[in-house]
């Protein structure tokens, strides 16, 4: 699937693609609600009946990712409530593997993502996996998320890059597309983001279900 003669640049997102995105799935779509009810006096199922649209209606936007704006549409302490619950955050199978082999290459490695700072903060105090990169970007450092194309153009001022001799490693369908669109030559989808949910069907670009599939040597 990749030949990583052809690869100078590794770069890899975070939710769903190096850490189990079954904490953010729990997170937004059971946590949140749950505490929305409490403190707005609403049954949980009229809760989540008016949150999911508002969700959905901001997905592929930089508010989506962004802490600061949901604690303040929703008169809530989101980052506080993501420490309550940070025990759910782990590593997805064979990641740390993937990165320490990465590294022995000699390849620059670079973690992109949408993530919020004060969320990445939290998930790399918890999992350390900071250690095995040379730079972390997250998109809020731009003001565009991945699923804008001139994200790309943006990230190459921040951290060059050839798009010939990138390698992407991303769970999400949107991100990949606007990759492509961009130029990115090597571009692989993750099928196995959440640990609790079966293994998603993709065929629109090369996919896998955990990293020992494209694991350098």
Not at 52 to 74: H, I, K, N, T, V
Request: glycine content about 6%; proline content about 5%; hydrophobic content about 40%.
């Amino acid at each position: 699937m990749i030949d990583w003669e052809e690869i100078d640049n590794v770069f890899l997102d975070m939710d769903g693609t190096l850490l189990d995105l079954n904490f953010d799935n729990h997170f937004w779509q059971e946590f949140v609600p749950r505490r929305y009810a409490e403190s707005h006096g609403l049954a949980l199922d009229e809760a989540t009946n008016l949150l999911l649209p508002r969700f959905r209606a901001m997905e592929g936007r930089l508010e989506w990712y962004c802490l600061d704006y949901w604690s303040e549409q929703l008169d809530l302490d989101i980052p506080a409530m993501k420490k309550e619950i940070s025990g759910l955050i782990s590593i997805l199978p064979h990641v740390t593997e993937f990165l320490g082999a990465v590294r022995d290459t000699g390849k620059r490695l670079v973690l992109v993502t949408n993530a919020h700072r004060k969320s990445l903060g939290l998930k790399m105090d918890k999992t350390r996996l900071h250690v095995f990169f040379d730079a972390i970007v997250s998109s809020h450092d731009l003001g565009i998320p991945k699923e804008d194309p001139n994200f790309w153009s943006g990230l190459g001022d921040l951290e060059p890059y050839t798009k010939e001799h990138t390698l992407l490693v991303d769970d999400s369908l949107p991100v990949l597309r606007s990759a492509r669109i961009f130029g990115i030559r090597h571009l692989v989808a993750v099928r196995k983001h959440d640990t609790t949910r079966p293994v998603r069907p993709v065929t629109e670009f090369n996919a896998i279900e955990d990293f020992r599939e494209i694991m350098p040597g």
